[in-house]
């Protein structure tokens, strides 16, 4: 079957218009209209025939429709209870396309993807961390998460440290994968225009590099930025100052400027 372009100005109006739909700006909706965009994203994820895929709020099937042409088997969970009538039309055909109504944060993910799997999203930017977060700590078998998110996220997702944008997110992405910025996209490529500039972060997911109490290294990391301006000592004195002074990490320094490693021992030394 000859399946009609979505990823288009005007195919993409035409829906709109016949569903009587527009944006919902609580939901972050901003509809993709770049064909050149759409296959870069899955050239990205690097989906093949077959492969288990995740999509996280599909709207109209813009994303979706480039995914289920490599010939994976592609699952969208989406919240707007407008939307599955116009998948049902926009994505007739596909017997590769599985939807599920619901919030991407209440669905069992474990029974929904039990083997292995990726993850292709456009994420609506309010809610892009909280997203993420529960994909990386539930430890599910993904092995890809491919998302679009505000340039701005994704530049404090792949930060170093030593940068004042490395923080608490910085640390619990890399701490669980290797993520990289693959490319930028400009407003432009939607429908409304979004004020900001977006960008693609491919993570790859790994076992974390540290054996470690991984509730309480958070705990550790969390605190340490909640006052970044201040020194670990005073940042971090509810876990003791004696242990802080023996922990091998000088205590005057502060939390952007330590390594996932530090971050480790110096959680280790305050348990």
């Known amino acids: 079957m000859l399946h009609p372009l979505i990823a288009d100005p005007s195919a993409t109006r035409h829906i709109l218009k ?8 609580g939901l972050g909706q901003n509809f993709l209209i770049d064909a050149g965009i759409v296959r870069q994203i899955v050239e990205a994820a690097e989906i093949f025939a077959g492969e288990d895929v995740l999509e996280i709020g599909p709207g109209i099937g813009t ?21 599955p ?13 599985r ?26 930017y309010y809610i892009t961390t909280q997203i993420l977060l529960t994909l990386l700590e539930k430890n599910l078998p993904v092995t890809k998460i491919v998302t679009m998110v505000q340039k701005e996220v994704a530049e404090r997702m792949t930060a170093a440290p030593g940068s004042k944008i490395y923080g608490a997110l910085s640390v619990a992405v890399q701490f669980r994968s290797e993520p990289r910025i693959a490319f930028e ?7 409304p225009p979004p004020e900001v500039t977006s960008a693609v972060v491919v993570c790859d997911v790994r076992k974390p590099p540290f054996d470690v109490d991984e509730e309480f290294f958070f705990k550790v990391v969390r605190t340490a930025f909640a006052q970044r301006r201040k020194t670990l000592l005073n940042s971090l004195a509810s876990f003791g100052k004696e242990k802080l002074l023996v922990s091998g990490i000088d ?14 021992e110096l959680s280790i030394n305050l348990k």
């Open 251 to 264: 205590c005057k320094r502060r939390a952007e400027t330590l390594s996932l490693e530090e971050f480790a």
């Open 85 to 97: 009538a116009v998948l049902k039309e926009t994505l007739a055909g596909y017997e590769n396309f």
């Open 18 to 25: 016949k569903f009587k739909l527009r944006a919902v700006k």
């Open 63 to 83: 994303l979706t429709q480039g995914l289920l042409e490599t010939g994976a088997k592609v699952t969208a969970v989406e919240l707007d209870k407008k939307l």
């Open 185 to 191: 996209v400009p407003p432009e490529s939607f429908l």
């Open 99 to 124: 939807l599920v109504e619901g919030d991407i944060l209440k669905i069992n993910l474990a029974e929904l993807m039990p083997r292995r799997f990726k993850v292709a999203a456009n994420l609506p």
